[in-house]
């Protein structure tokens, strides 16, 4: 079992930037799970952001966040994080992290683990 735990959410203006922050923990750890971030805005379906996979060799973006989020992990904190710069209102909504040994499983929004989830709103 994984508990996914995220942290660093908040309130920014339009051009802003956040770093939100998961830290996992369990019995194994999340060292060797591909670990990444999707999002859900109210009265919208959950959106895939990034994945970063278990050794950080290989990420991957919505076309949405290219170019302004960045992945990132940290394997001796069992963290990973995601750093959104250029942020637009249209990013607002509760961010979740979560894992799976499968990057794909997450990609497809059918990680085996999430979190709870940190609220991210940009206002205009």
């Known amino acids: 079992q994984v508990q996914l735990e995220e942290s660093g959410g908040g309130l920014v203006q339009t051009g802003g930037s956040l770093r939100l922050s998961c830290e996992g923990s369990?019995?194994?750890?999340?060292?060797?799970?591909?670990m990444g971030w999707f999002r859900q805005a109210p009265g919208k379906e959950r959106e895939f952001v990034a994945v970063?996979?278990?050794?950080?060799?290989?990420?991957y973006y919505a076309d949405l966040v290219k170019g302004r989020f960045t992945i990132s992990r940290d394997n001796a904190k069992n963290a990973v994080y995601l750093e959104m710069s250029s942020l637009k209102p249209e990013d607002t909504g509760v961010y979740h992290c979560?894992?799976?040994?499968?990057?794909?499983?997450?990609?497809?929004?059918?990680?085996?683990?999430w979190g709870q989830g940190t609220q991210v709103t940009v206002s205009s």
């Open positions: 970063i996979s278990w050794n950080s060799d290989k990420t």
């Open positions: 979560a894992a799976d040994h499968s990057l794909h499983q997450v990609v497809i929004l059918e990680a085996d683990y």
């Open positions: 369990g019995r194994t750890g999340t060292n060797y799970y591909a």
